[in-house]
């Protein structure tokens, strides 16, 4: 039987390196084809890595809490007696993994302390002597009885010396007591995580090559949020959030405009036929995107059930690597924060993604008068070199018409 090498998976686009949580298998254990060998951690989530081969975990290279680069050999399969030497000595030494490491921001320097944090006033000074405020012994005396910091003083004493009655005029003046907000240190570096590194290091790729340009529309959404609270007073069916409506209106114009479902490819633009939607998800250190894949084939009810899983999994970082790319659009939606409108950086290789504000009751023209309505703005961004304007502004005529004849996303 042929060996098997289990090497660091590639589980999500941007997946440069990973780390071996724990091993679920120890190096003499039976293995079949599909059992879980062990967890990985990666930039989005914590994935269980399955055997593509059968025999007995021989070796294991990475111990578990070493993180590795993708296609790093961590383990060998193999039948009992096999010789397993000449790939084991073939697997690049563990210091090789450094190299990526190094390429990681490098942890942030200590929390600087109170003394070195501390602001200093301009005050000139003889080169290798510690600065000397002028001021008479009497100002002293009542600038520290005060709390007044003499450096922020200027006198009106000869030469500038800082005399009584500047002293007893500061100390009249709030802005001249040290704030308690001053005390302690002044600032501090916190080390990037694992997924702000990656977010770091991808924002720029996304947003300088790709030319992006903004549509933006504003939807009534009266009747989407009547249809949203009939549906949700029934019982046994999941609750709708304005969200799932959009995923739904976003699935259906996806279809009937492949022009937007799509990506550039440098020689050709790749015009999807499914609609794959990633709903961004935000986490305390970063934002991930899981995907709901074909929203076109699944009703709304579908929709929001999957897209509440998959929101729950996200944060607690239990998506399948499937789950973590292959979209074909993404939407981002702030409204759950107030934001009233936005726009959102493309996720390359998608071709566009939708910012979707927050549905807001506000004043709206009706006939003659005024009524109050709900709104909600929608932002489309859009890949120049995948789309044109026009494009981007019918897809979101079609999206704007689905959400507000809500009844055909019940179709």
């Known amino acids: ?125 003889v080169a290798g002597q510690p600065a000397r405020v002028k001021a008479s012994p ?90 949203r609270e009939e549906l949700n007073a029934l019982e046994g069916q999941p609750k709708i959030s304005p969200n799932d409506l959009v995923i739904r209106a976003c699935a259906l114009a996806l279809i009937e405009h492949p022009g937007v479902n799509a990506s550039f490819q440098g020689e050709t633009i790749r015009r999807y036929h499914r609609a794959h939607v990633g709903i961004a998800v935000a986490l305390d250190d970063g934002l991930i995107t899981p995907v709901l894949r074909d929203c076109h084939a699944k009703s709304l009810a579908q929709i929001a059930t999957e897209a509440r899983d998959l929101a729950e999994r996200a944060r607690s970082r239990k998506l399948k690597a499937s789950e973590m790319s292959g979209a074909t659009f993404s939407i981002s939606n702030l409204g759950m924060f107030d934001v009233a409108a936005f726009s959102a950086i493309i996720n390359p290789p998608e071709g566009a993604i939708l910012a979707v504000g927050s549905v807001r009751r506000v004043p709206v023209v009706d006939g003659d008068g005024l009524a109050v309505g709900r709104r909600m703005a929608l932002t489309l961004s859009c890949d120049h070199r995948a789309m044109d304007g026009a494009m981007g502004a019918r897809f979101l005529q079609d999206v704007k018409r689905l959400l507000e004849e809500p009844l055909r996303l019940l179709v």
């Open 1 to 125: 039987m042929a060996v098997t090498k289990v090497v660091m998976p590639k589980l999500s686009e941007a997946m440069e390196t990973g780390k071996v949580i724990k091993w679920l298998k120890q190096e003499g254990d039976q293995v079949q084809g599909g059992d879980i060998l062990a967890e990985i951690e990666t930039d989005k989530a914590d994935v269980e890595m399955e055997a593509f081969g059968k025999g007995v975990l021989r070796k294991i290279l990475v111990p578990a809490g070493e993180r590795t680069p993708v296609g790093h050999l961590l383990a060998v399969i193999a039948e009992p007696n096999e010789d397993i030497a000449s790939v084991v000595d073939s697997a690049p030494a563990p210091a090789a993994a450094s190299a990526v490491a190094s390429a990681q921001p490098a942890p942030a320097a200590q929390k600087p302390s109170a003394a070195s944090a501390a602001p200093v006033a301009p005050v000139p000074a």
């Open 138 to 227: 009497l100002a002293r005396k009542i600038a520290a009885q005060s709390g007044v910091d003499l450096r922020l003083i200027q006198g009106s004493g000869p030469g500038g010396r800082i005399i009584r009655r500047d002293v007893e005029t500061a100390a009249t003046a709030p802005a001249a007591r040290p704030a308690a907000a001053a005390v302690g240190p002044e600032w501090e570096d916190v080390p990037l995580s694992q997924m702000r590194a990656i977010i770091a290091k991808r924002m720029p790729l996304a947003k300088a090559p790709v030319p992006h340009f903004y549509v933006t529309s504003e939807v009534a959404m009266d009747r989407a949020w009547a249809l």
